[in-house]
């Protein structure tokens, strides 16, 4: 059983940058791949950002490529996502999700993911 905890979300203006933490709790959390989500009111889950259990695969929506940054230091449990130059439709509740995987299982499904957290509320103001 894994335990995951978001912080870092918050209020910003267009062009500003956040950094989300998702902290884990449990056994073996350095196995699973963990994933960001977000969903914004009236609009279904989708996809952000992908990182293997050992950090050496990295997958990133089209939107956000070049503007967020995943990372994780499996020392610490603790995954990260740099957001960077965000915009209004980055409004959203962010969510970090963890699992293990099946080889060649897409990192974009999140049914693929054992494990949810609460998730954290980023807001973009114009």
């Known amino acids: 059983q894994v335990q995951l905890v978001e912080s870092g979300g918050g209020l910003v203006q267009a062009g500003g940058s956040l950094g989300l933490s998702c902290a884990a709790s449990g056994r073996n959390f350095n196995f699973y791949a963990v994933a960001w989500f977000r969903q914004a009111p009236g609009k279904e889950r989708e996809f952000v950002a992908a990182i293997k259990w050992n950090g050496n695969r990295r997958d990133y929506a089209d939107p956000m490529k070049g503007r967020f940054t995943i990372s994780r230091d499996n020392a610490k449990n603790l995954v990260y996502l740099q957001m960077n130059s965000l915009k209004p439709e980055d409004t959203a509740v962010y969510y970090c999700?963890?699992?293990?995987?099946?080889?060649?299982?897409?990192?974009?499904?999140?049914?693929?993911?054992?494990?949810w957290g609460q998730g954290t509320q980023v807001t973009v103001s114009s």
């Open positions: 999700a963890a699992g293990t995987l099946a080889s060649g299982a897409s990192y974009y499904i999140p049914t693929n993911y054992d494990y």
